[in-house]
């Protein structure tokens, strides 16, 4: 048992599905995984381990935004001997060249976030995806029948979802970013620092330039196929 997930040793598979809302962990649990069983339910952040396609899988929600998903990424880096984190969550379209429900396989993330700013002490870091893993997800995407556009490309992880200088966007844009979440950067940071693998894996919910926002039943039809890429990568 950690700080903040409740799994006795053991409980939680080498290999885990990492999406924001616990909820979601729960359905994700439910729709793809065999024999999956309910590890941890402290504070309502849901985890379970199955197996997929005879491989063992656990998912574990991480909370919304960088401060949140970090406590659980450490956690299951450090007391869980977790080797390999593969965020499957949502993000908002930065530019037209991504479209509703398109996905984006993160290559990198850039972040307004202190966080990093501490932690280098100022330095700029350039937090990535571990290259296997991204390129089983792009394998694994060219080898599905989607019905959406996949992406590679860097995603912006802010601190704010409500952001009051929606301006200081603009630049990122203009250097590729293609889309706004909130987690990526720190969980590709923490991955470097422990020595572990980490991918993240959006779906695009909302739409920054069109106003689009898809419907719940069509998040989840969409959260079907990141979540089919997001378990042939982890366990290729
Ligand atoms: N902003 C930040 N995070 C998000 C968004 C957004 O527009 N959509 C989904 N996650």
Same mark, same amino acid.
């Given at each position: 048992m950690s700080t903040h997930i409740a799994a006795? #040793? %053991? $409980?939680?598979? #080498?290999v885990v599905l990492f999406p924001g809302d616990p909820l979601r962990a729960k359905w994700i649990a439910e729709t793809f995984l065999d024999g999956a069983e309910l590890y941890s339910e402290t504070r309502g952040m849901l985890g379970f381990t199955g197996a997929w396609q005879g491989h063992r899988v656990s998912v574990q929600g991480s909370g919304m935004g960088q401060p949140s998903m970090s406590i659980y990424a450490n956690e299951l880096f =450090?007391?869980? %001997?977790? $080797?390999t984190i593969v965020r499957v969550g949502s993000c908002g379209g930065l530019t037209e060249k991504v479209g509703m429900r398109d996905i984006i396989i993160a290559s990198g993330a850039c972040t307004d976030s202190g966080i990093n700013r501490v932690r280098f002490h100022g330095q700029d870091y350039a937090p990535v995806a571990d290259f296997p893993l991204l390129r089983a997800a792009v394998e694994a995407a060219e080898s599905e029948p989607l019905d959406v556009a996949v992406h590679v490309g860097l995603l912006f992880s802010s601190? $704010?979802?409500?952001? =009051?200088? #929606?301006?200081?966007?603009e630049p990122l844009v203009q250097h590729g970013a293609l889309g706004v979440e909130m987690e990526t950067s720190a969980l590709y940071t923490l991955a470097a620092y422990h020595d572990r693998r980490a991918l993240s894996i959006c779906t695009v919910?909302?739409?920054?330039? =069109?106003g689009e926002e898809t419907s719940a039943h069509e998040r989840e039809q969409t959260f079907g196929d990141m979540v089919r890429i997001a378990l042939r990568a982890a366990t290729a």
């Open positions: 006795a #040793p %053991g $409980q939680i598979a #080498p =450090t007391e869980y %001997g977790v $080797q601190d $704010q979802f409500y952001s =009051t200088r #929606p301006e200081l966007t919910s909302d739409h920054l330039v =069109t």
